[in-house]
């Protein structure tokens, strides 16, 4: 197991961490130190992992950053009643090109998934979720990602990748590995209406933050389905977070990026996520404060995962059908959890991406919509994707 890359948490985070309650989550980690090295592995269900890299910003004038106060404030945290084991492996620094740091993070990723432990990953630029997506190339055939962010993110792909370009790199870059991309709480004024197009012919999903607002449950059934989750702070409206931070007056308030979070750590699928666009500043503890909760909450969230998807035995579920402009649907609503899915046709003699997909995550709303002969939007863009 190479962790070469890895540096300990700074001593100034370690004495802080000694002045806190016995009770306090810092208390009860595993963190790597120079005096303790690198935790070990075995039982660890989580790892947080900084990484310091910035270079790819759009605006990135040189200037440097730490993830310290993130940890002080996620250190002085209550844990819930979990079992989940988390430990703090410390941080990949800046390489000496942005493509070194890459590689650290797609082979710590790599060996961390292969062993169940779900990297929670602390940045650095958004660009990074290219190197996470790249780490799945040894892990799986086909990936689903979620991109929390006002953005789409997609940018020109011919050339070099950047903060605010990632996506197109993920979609257009060999090998072809990405089924399907989810954005959440976009903003319609940042994004042109030709992306908005490309998003609608790909058959990815998109959900503006308007429709967040009005109903945060929405976006349970596309996390559930994900694999790599990504989070864009400046997706927070500016309100919520501290001066160098603050992107646009509207955005996803504290609680409902929270939410967001636990809805991933619910999910069975997602074994990656990451918190990105970090910029610390002198007046920074609400920033960090609200990563150290954002953290918390997905970790929560993993600590509630219930195995609810296996459908082989006909006890753990019910079904149900429906006749949809002369398709048949087929619903199934978990006997554990009340979470529901449907399942998607697969056509006859069509080279369709994986068949593992054929059944998707959705809600009992999509379930109502069917029987009043209403296409789920999620069912018909699966269904479309599927007959490429």
């Known amino acids: 197991m190479n962790f070469n890359f890895l540096s300990p948490v700074s001593d100034a985070v370690l004495a802080h961490n000694e002045l806190l309650s016995e009770q306090a989550l810092g208390r009860k ?49 209550f844990p819930g009643a979990w079992t989940t084991n ?10 000496a090109s942005v493509e070194d740091t890459y590689f650290a993070l797609r082979e710590t990723i790599e060996i961390l998934v292969k062993q169940n432990v779900i990297p929670l990953l602390l940045g650095g630029t958004q660009d990074l979720t290219y190197a996470n997506y790249r780490a799945y190339d040894a892990l799986m055939p086909m990936v689903n990602l979620v991109n929390i962010d006002s953005k789409f993110d997609l940018g020109d792909s011919a050339k070099p990748i950047k903060n605010n370009s990632f996506v197109g790199k993920v979609i257009l870059d060999e090998p072809y590995n990405l089924f399907n991309y989810a954005n959440i709480g976009y903003q319609t004024y940042f994004n042109s209406q030709e992306e908005i197009d490309l998003m609608d012919r790909l058959y990815f999903e998109s959900y503006r933050l308007g429709e967040i607002n009005r109903d945060i449950t929405l976006v349970e059934p596309v996390l559930r389905d994900a694999n790599i989750v990504s989070i864009d702070l400046t997706a927070v409206k500016g309100a919520e977070v501290s001066l160098k931070q603050k992107f646009s007056p509207n955005g996803l308030d504290g609680k409902e990026i929270c939410a967001i979070a636990r809805y991933a750590g619910i999910s069975n699928k997602v074994s990656s996520f990451g918190i990105y666009e970090y910029k610390p500043s002198p007046d920074d503890d609400i920033t960090s404060m609200l990563v150290a909760q954002i953290m918390w909450y997905f970790i929560e969230g993993v600590n509630c995962r219930i195995k609810d998807d296996d459908f082989s035995n006909e006890n753990n579920f019910q079904k149900y059908f429906t006749l949809l402009e002369a398709q048949e649907l087929i619903f ?28 998707l995550p959705c809600t009992h709303q999509d379930y109502l919509d069917a029987c009043n002969n209403i296409v789920p939007d999620r069912w018909f863009k699966a269904f479309q994707k599927n007959s490429i």
């Open 332 to 359: 199934y609503k978990s006997n554990k959890t009340g979470r529901w899915w449907v399942e998607i046709p697969f056509l006859a003699n069509v080279n369709n991406k994986l068949k593992r997909h054929t059944l």
């Open 86 to 95: 988390v430990v703090d492996l410390g941080d990949i620094n800046a390489g």
């Open 29 to 77: 980690l595993n963190i790597h130190s120079i005096q303790n090295g690198i935790p070990s592995l075995e039982g660890v269900d989580i790892a947080v992992l900084g990484v310091v890299e910035n270079r790819n910003h759009v605006d990135y004038i040189g200037e440097g950053f730490a993830l310290d106060e993130i940890r002080k404030a996620f250190y002085a945290l």
